[in-house]
């Protein structure tokens, strides 16, 4: 999702969790990382995770920042920033192992 970030800053961020099962996102920046447990997305107000089972990647419209995601979905969490501007490494080396 490698792109020009000043476009999709302007877009609004929203979160939609349909049943617990299909998670919609609009203002996302980029994927970081993801797999079966977990998605870290980097959005326009900050990195957001979404922790569940048997989760996967639906539907990416990398020109106006949507993501689809479904599976079990179990939390959905926003991540600190670091003063330095960075994401907590710390946090995201521990989840990642």
């Keep these: 999702m490698d792109r020009d970030n000043s476009s999709i800053s302007t877009y609004n961020h929203s979160v939609n ?49 949507n993501v689809t995601i479904k599976g079990n979905i179990n939390c959905i969490d926003y991540l600190l920033d670091n003063k330095n501007g960075k994401k907590d490494e710390s946090i995201l080396s521990k989840l990642f192992k």
């Design 17 to 65: 969790l349909l049943e617990r099962k299909t998670l919609v996102i609009t203002g996302v920046k980029k994927i970081e990382n993801f797999d079966k447990l977990h998605f870290l997305l980097e959005t326009t107000m900050g990195y957001m995770l979404a922790k569940g089972e048997s989760l996967e990647l639906i539907k990416l419209d990398t020109l106006a920042g």
